[in-house]
């Protein structure tokens, strides 16, 4: 079981990328999955989150430039990410708490299952 994420790169400012997460082991079915990311020198920060019946949260930095979204039929999880701005750096993970009918809490304690992270890097 595990969280397979991809679609990092380098970009320059205002440019756009879309971040996939696909589980393997398991069906998206009836969990929550988030984003979190690490910027250099910071903690892990939960970004988006998407619950079962399609509602996301954001966190306010990122409210109104990135979009999380899910495809059942695909079993994918993904992050569209546009207007990108050098503090958005970091690498970027995807995780679920593989608790069926989750909330997005995006506490990383809480989640169980983690992809390896993708690295974002958004030049000036």
């Known amino acids: 079981v595990q969280l397979q994420a991809s679609g990092g790169g380098l970009v320059q400012a205002g440019d756009s990328l879309r971040l996939s997460c696909a589980p393997s082991?398991?069906?998206?079915?009836?969990?929550?999955f988030s984003w979190f990311r690490r910027a250099p020198g910071k903690g892990r920060e939960g970004i988006s989150c998407i619950m079962s019946d399609g509602r996301t949260i954001y966190r306010n930095s990122v409210k109104g430039r990135f979009t999380i979204s899910r495809d059942d039929s695909k079993n994918t999880v993904s992050l569209q990410m546009d207007s990108l701005k050098p503090e958005d750096t970091a690498v970027y993970y995807c995780?679920?708490?593989?608790?069926?009918?989750?909330?997005?809490?995006?506490?990383?304690?809480?989640?169980?299952?983690w992809g390896r992270g993708t690295q974002v890097t958004v030049s000036s």
């Open positions: 082991g398991f069906t998206l079915d009836d969990y929550a």
């Open positions: 995780a679920t708490e593989h608790i069926p009918g989750g909330t997005c809490e995006m506490n990383p304690v809480e989640q169980n299952y």
